[in-house]
């Protein structure tokens, strides 16, 4: 499956920015969905992750009550609606996807083979 983000852009903190992530190749309905972010000068984290069926989500510790991952299957994307955003929020966000379930290792980089080419997202205070 090929992924492709978009949607990243230089917003003020408090604002808000709605991402996609886009697939070709194979069928979204597969995957379970995550979103990543790398700030400059640190490690990629976590930010989201969906199941296949969109039922249940799961989200990093500082993104939880801002950020709301969703997806349309039929359309073949996700999206990471970002509200009340901060200066701290600013990095490259990477969409990925993994066929594994196994969702104890939902955060985990190496568990989704397949990553975009990641969006950048700057947020001035």
């Known amino acids: 499956v090929q992924l492709q983000a978009f949607g990243g852009g230089s917003v003020q903190a408090g604002d808000s920015l709605r991402l996609s992530c886009a697939a070709s190749?194979?069928?979204?309905?597969?995957?379970?969905m995550g979103w990543f972010r790398q700030a400059p000068g640190k490690e990629r984290e976590f930010v989201a992750a969906?199941?296949?069926?969109?039922?249940?989500?799961y989200y990093g510790d500082s993104m939880k009550g801002r950020f709301t991952i969703s997806r349309n299957n039929a359309r073949n994307t996700v999206f990471l609606q970002m509200n009340s955003l901060k200066s701290e929020d600013t990095a490259v966000y990477y969409c990925?996807?993994?066929?594994?379930?196994?969702?104890?290792?939902?955060?985990?980089?190496?568990?989704?083979?397949?990553w975009g080419q990641g969006t950048l997202v700057t947020v001035s205070s």
């Open positions: 990925a996807a993994r066929t594994s379930h196994n969702f104890l290792t939902i955060g985990r980089l190496g568990e989704y083979p397949y």
């Open positions: 190749g194979r069928t979204l309905s597969s995957y379970v």
């Open positions: 969906i199941s296949w069926s969109g039922d249940s989500t």
